[in-house]
């Protein structure tokens, strides 16, 4: 047999498909390991990157053939021209926002309940600004900078090294010692103010387009692909979190701030601890009064708990610590003229009326849109077109109107009709009535938002879906964002979401073309192509959020994974659960945070044959994995689990955290899938209908033993 690793992808019979893609995988295995495990790598990018473009095309052609060892299930090398994926050791996380003084008042009380701490329990809390920059995270091992890398999705980020590596904060060694074998230090690259002033300066001096503000120039400085032309940015960095870590070797947050300044690391001045809420407000009010005298920009205070173990035993909910929170400053506000309103119809069919507004700088940020809301909105706050209205922008929020000036109305303002017909497809637009079942009298209440009716033949709705189905936090096609989704959907190359994946075999058979379109060419779409192979893996809870059902957001489609485990389950699960009165409609309805509504909305989305026929198509190109329990050999790992009655010496919540963190699925409600119940004093009808049922009961002593924790 000819050497397979010659013959022209095109020309591949199965056989020699299969042997290529076998040393295909081997080959990538060897040189991931080399440049990301050693940093020695022994080919160029190029190289590299011709390898994993092959092993994509081979798997296009022969869909059959990808193997689970595949490389393009794994992240590494990204097209050329772009920055290699990389994946964090733990994910890099984000904040919960607070508002008031009272949300940080909650945010104690929500941390001493979750740890059963006594009411005037002191908290010690961490303060520090929270900087307008971007997240970075840098790998160290025996103490010399191996990786750095942005945040991506908090999973798989982009690997900047080189260009971290001009960073002078950015220690290339660690100094000092005693720090861990592998150290990931992770916080904020920025540029300061005055730096910014004058780049900007130079950058007019050379006829180039100035940067709108710190953060953007920090983040276009950061990604650049010639590492030099970083290095002659003035960037900065924090140190503020860590990631992985061969040892622990402090005991609370400030220690590891210590550490990490002793270890070569600017660590914010301005970090304070504060042993109560008053001190925390205090530091706040503080850190908000120098905030326009300090040289970078900040748009909150972060607090975090200062105890290590309680930070553990605190743990995560989706991507967000419990144990730390950002009070953020109060939005910046803006006037300007509206001058004129529009409706954009989502995904769900939702009209929403947008400002378009004269551009205005708020907060450093050109703001030319803003939402309106809904049409009550409209008619409550008296908007018309001509006003002159005050705008607020908050973070990264989409910027609002607070109010309309009346007493600076001009002549001619015009007010608005809210469209009686969807302008995407003219079908007629409704608000949803719901039910409800108060003090057993029925109300019927009345949505506030009205909705296309045009369901799928609705185009608004159908790019809409198709658009978030390629978001972030779905399927993250890179290269194939919202504006490529809407180009292809207009050109009708893809309708449906499985048509992505066979975009490439249509280009092949010569029934599309891509290459000739506009902004395309052979690399870009090769690069496609590849992205688009990247994902034909995929995990169970983005597969499901990406389906765009109402209510299901990514912490409703993680319940579901979590608790059905594979998509086959679910989907037979959905089947069953048509009937309002099966055992699987009432599992569902009972899984934590799920509740009666959703619930419905669920089955009725998986009623409708439309959408049962896009997931189909879907499953005949891409492969669900089936949701990846945390720890797979725990007592509780796959269980059922309900708890009902108090507890004393855990919370209800921390329970709760620790059964998932094994494995285990926690309802709300008995039923004969149940497979313990954990009943403290006071149970009831829980406990009662469980031994009726023969199902497990523990008490909480019998749970801290299962658990390990007595
Ligand atoms: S702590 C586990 N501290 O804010 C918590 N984040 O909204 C990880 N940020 O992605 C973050 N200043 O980019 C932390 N002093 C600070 C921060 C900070 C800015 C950013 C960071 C993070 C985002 C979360």
Sequence with gaps: MQDSSRIPVEDLDEAEARAEL?????????????????????????????MRG??????????????DDSPSKRVGAAPAGKFRKVAHARPMLSLDNAFTDGDVADFIGRV???????????????????????????RYERGRLV??????????????????????????????????????????????????????????????????????????????????????????????????????????????????SGWGFAVNPQTRLCLALDDALAHYRTIEAERAEMDYDIDGVVYKVNRLDWQERLGMVLRTPRWATAYKFPAEKATTVLLDIEIQVGRTGSLTPVARLEPVNVGGVLVSNATLHNA????????????????????????????????????????????????????????????????????????????????????????????HFVSRDAFDIEGLGRKQVEEFFEAGLIHSPADIFTLQARVEAGEINIVEREGWGETSVANLFDAINARRAIAMDRFLFALGVRHIGQAGARLLALNYVSLQAFLD????????????????????????????????????????????ALQA????????QPESDSPLTGKRIVFTGSMEKMSRGEAKARAEALGARVSGSVSARTDILVAGPGAGSKLKKATELGIQVLDEEGWLALIGAD
């Design 22 to 50: 076998h040393r295909l995988a081997r080959e990538i295995k060897f040189h991931d390991q080399r440049y990301h495990g050693e940093d020695a790598p022994v080919i160029d990018d190029a190289a590299y990157d011709a």
């Design 376 to 467: 009550d909105e409209i008619a409550r706050k008296d908007v018309r077109i001509g006003d002159i209205v005050t705008i607020q922008r908050a973070g990264d929020v989409i910027p609002q109107i607070l109010a309309v000036d009346l007493r600076k109305r001009p002549k001619g303002t015009r007010a608005y009709v809210f469209p009686g017909k969807c302008p995407a497809c003219g079908a007629h637009v409704e608000r949803d009535r719901y039910k409800t079942e108060v003090g057993g009298e029925t109300r019927v209440t009345t949505d506030i938002v009205y909705r296309c009716t045009g369901g799928l033949t609705c185009p608004a709705q159908r790019v809409g879906r198709l658009r």
């Design 54 to 67: 092959r092993n994509g095309a081979i798997e296009g052609r022969f869909p059959n053939l990808v193997r």
């Design 112 to 138: 001493r309940r979750f740890l059963k701490l006594k009411e005037d329990a002191s908290v010690a809390l961490t303060a520090e600004p929270k900087i307008d920059g971007l997240s970075a995270s840098l």
């Design 621 to 628: 190109q891409v492969t669900v994995a089936d949701f990846e």
């Design 147 to 260: 990786v750095g890398a942005t945040r991506g999705d908090g999973r798989v980020g982009e690997d900047i090294t080189a260009n971290l590596r001009t960073v002078s904060d950015i220690p290339e060694r660690l100094h000092g010692k005693g720090w861990p074998q592998v150290l990931e230090v992770r916080g904020e690259v920025f540029m300061a103010k005055s730096d910014f002033a004058l780049l900007n300066e130079v950058q007019e001096a050379a006829g180039k387009a100035p940067f709108a503000n710190p953060r953007n120039a920090a983040a276009g400085s950061v990604r650049q692909l010639d590492p030099s032309i970083t290095a002659a940015r003035p960037l900065r960095f924090f140190a503020y979190s860590w990631g992985e870590i061969s040892e622990m070797p402090f005991e609370t947050q400030q220690e590891a701030m210590e550490s990490f």
């Design 573 to 616: 699960a959905m089947v069953e659960a048509r009937e309002e009165k099966s055992d699987a409609r009432l599992e569902l309805i009972g899984f934590e945070g799920m509740g009666k509504k959703v619930a419905g909305t669920l089955v009725d989305f998986f009623r409708e044959e439309h959408n049962r026929d896009v997931v189909a």
